[in-house]
């Protein structure tokens, strides 16, 4: 009599389990886009399931794109920018591109994308590169002292984006995420 009800509880078991892992959120899914403020700087802030809040893009008042916005207003509409793109499952990579003759830098589902009207994230004036403006602000951490640091190509945690054919730059942005060493909360 224990071989005949072994066989269905173990079945049902199984279900169960299958049922719980496939509704939990994926990693990518729960990921919160916001903007906080930390050290007087607002910071494109990720909320990531496993290491808590962290620090994206560090936006001040020296910030590679110009225009008119505040530091505080371009973190707000960038930081809700990668949520929709995020909420739409389109955002794995970050890559530059020109959108209606402007440089920008968009979100994208895979790297084979091109950037348009629906996936920017960020503009920046004609006299900006592109590559190099995305690899500067991954690559932004404010200091103890509440000043902004670009860290150089050789120190730990670096993020060097890849250059493409067309001679735009990606990064995944895992990578970014999980290569970021520093949680901020």
């Known amino acids: 009599m224990k071989n005949n009800l072994s066989a269905p509880l173990t079945g049902l078991a199984l279900a169960l389990s299958i049922t719980l892992a496939s509704n939990q959120p994926s990693q990518a899914q729960s990921r919160q886009f916001t903007c906080a403020l930390r050290d007087n700087y607002p910071v494109t802030v990720v909320r990531h399931p496993t290491r808590g809040s962290v620090a994206l893009i560090v936006w001040t008042n020296t910030s590679q794109i110009n225009d008119t916005w505040t530091p505080q207003k371009r973190c707000q509409k960038v930081s809700d920018r990668f949520q929709k793109l995020q909420n739409q499952g389109q955002l794995k990579i970050l890559k530059t591109g020109t959108v209606n003759g402007q440089s920008v ?27 190099q403006v995305l690899e500067q602000l991954l690559n932004t951490r404010v200091s103890a002292g509440g000043e902004a640091v670009y860290l150089s190509g050789d120190q730990e945690g670096h993020i060097k984006p890849t250059i493409n054919r067309d001679g735009t730059a990606s990064v995944d942005i895992d990578q970014v995420i999980n290569g970021n060493s520093e949680d901020i909360w």
């Not at 979100?107 to 590559?131: E, I, S």
């Open 105 to 131: 830098i968009c979100g994208l589902r895979n790297d084979r994308g091109a950037c348009n009207n629906k996936n920017v994230l960020l503009t920046m004036t004609k006299d900006r590169d592109p590559n």
